[in-house]
C-alpha cells in the first residue's frame, strides 16, 4: 500500500508541477515570443504604409489622363506591390514562428502525455495486484484496525482519481489532435502566402516592363500618348492577332488571343462562367499556358521529380493514374514545383497540371465531366480541357454570376476566403475585367 501511495504522490506532484497545457516557458520559446512581437510591429508599419500608398493611388487617378500621370500611377501601383510584398514576407516569417511554437508545444505535450500514460500504467498494475489480496489478507498486513481502513479507503479514492486521470489523458490526446490540425492549416497558410508573394513579384515585373514600354511607344511626348490613346479603330485588330502561347503536351502550339477567346467563350457556354473570368483564372495560374510547370521535366534532376516534389499519399498514384491513360511519360510530363522556404527547405507539394493547374487527385473529380462533354480522355495540360476544368470548378464555387466571381476566384486559389489571401482574387477581377474590354472590343468589330 505504501508503494502505492508513493507512486500515486509522485504522479500528482508530476500533474501540478506543470499542466499539459501549460509549460514553463523556455528560453526557446521565449526568443520565439521575442521575434513574433517584432515582426507584428514591423507589420503594422508596412500596413499604414500601404494605406497611405492606396490614397495617393486613388488621388492621382483622379487627375487628367496625361502621360505623367499614367507614368506616376505605375510608380505608385508598383511601390505599393512592393509594400505588400514586404507585408506578406513578414506574415510568412510570422506564420513560420508560430508553426514552430506550435510544433514545439505539441512535442512537449506528446512528451508529457507519454510519461504520464507511463507513470498511470505502473499505479495500475499494483492496484490490480493489491485487489487480487483478500481483504482478510489485507487486514492481517496491518497492525490494527484503523491502519486497515484508512489503506481501503485510499484504495477507493486512488481508483477513483485514476478514473479522473483516465478522463483528462483522452482529453488532452483530444488536444493533441486540435493542434495538429492547427500545424496542418498553418502549413497550408505558408504555401498560399509564398504564391501570393510570387504572384506580386510578377506583377512588379509586368509593372515594370509596361512602364518601359509605355516610354518606348511614346519617346517620352505628351502628344505621342495622346495620339497612341485615340487608335482605337486599330485596337480590335492588335488584340485579335495578340500572340498567346498555350502550350500542350503534345506540341508547342501558339494560338492568338482571339482564338483564346473563341475558346474561353466555348467553355463559357458550357460552364456559364464569363470568359473574361476563364481567361484571368488561367492567365493567374499559368500565364496562359506559358508556365505548367518546372518539375519533373527532361533533363530536370533528381530532386525535382515528381516522386518528390508530389504529395505521396494524395496526389502520386492519381498521377500514375492519369499519365498512363494519357500514354505520356510519367518521368518527363512538367508538373509545378513547392514553394521554398528562405532555408531551401520545401515547403508543403507541388504536382499541379497544365494551364489550370489542377492536382491530380482534384483532377479525377473533373475528368468524368470534361469527357462527357468533349468525348475524349481529358487531358489536363490540353488548353481547352484546363478551360472547362476551370469553368467547371469556378462555377461550382459560385461564378456563375458577376457577384459571385471574386469569392469563386478565392476558393479556387485555397479552397476559402480568407482574407489573408484577398491578392488573388483582386489581381483575377482586376485582370478579368481588361480582358473583357479586349473581348467587348473584338465583339464590336
Known sequence: MKKILLYFLILLVFLFSGSLNSFAQSSQNQSLEIERARLEQQLRNIEQQITQNQQSLVRVRREKNTLANRLTQLSIQKAGLILKIQANSINLDRSVVQLTQAQFQLNQNQKKITELQ??????????????????????????????????????????????????????QKSQLQKTQQLITSQKEAQQNLARIIDLQNNQVAQNIQEKNNLLWQTRGQEANYQATLKKNKQQATIIRNRIYSLVTVAANKQI??????????????????????????????????????????QGDPPSKSWRVVMSPRRDQKPFIQITKSLGLNINITPISCPMYYKSGKQ?????????AQFIPSTWLGYRSKITAITGQTANPWNIRDAFLAAGLKLRADG???????????????????????????????????RYQKDIDQLNSK
Not at 485487489?131 to 484496525?145: E, G, I, P, R
Not at 479514492?157 to 483528462?168: E, F, M, P, Q, R
Not at 473563341?262 to 499556358?289: F, H, K, P, W, Y
Not at 476559402?416 to 482574387?425: I, K, L, Q, R
Open 118 to 171: 507511463q507513470y498511470l500504467a505502473v499505479i495500475i498494475n499494483k492496484l490490480w495486484r493489491t485487489k487480487q489480496t483478500s481483504l482478510f489478507d489485507l487486514f492481517l498486513s496491518v497492525h490494527n484496525f484503523s491502519d486497515f481502513y484508512n489503506n481501503l479507503h485510499s484504495l477507493e479514492n486512488i481508483t477513483v482519481n485514476l478514473n479522473k486521470l483516465a478522463n483528462s489523458l483522452e482529453y
Open 399 to 433: 461564378a456563375g454570376s458577376r457577384a459571385g466571381e471574386w469569392a469563386a476566384a478565392m476558393r479556387y486559389f485555397s479552397g476559402g476566403t480568407n482574407p489573408a489571401f484577398s491578392f488573388y482574387g483582386d489581381s483575377v477581377i482586376a485582370t478579368a475585367n
Open 256 to 297: 492568338t488571343f482571339g482564338q483564346a477567346v473563341q475558346i474561353a467563350q466555348a467553355t463559357s457556354q458550357a460552364t456559364g462562367v464569363r470568359a473574361a473570368l476563364l481567361l484571368a483564372i488561367l492567365t493567374q495560374e499559368s500565364n496562359l499556358g506559358r508556365n505548367v510547370g518546372t518539375c519533373n521535366r
Open 347 to 355: 515547403m508543403g507539394w507541388g504536382g499541379a497540371m497544365g494551364p
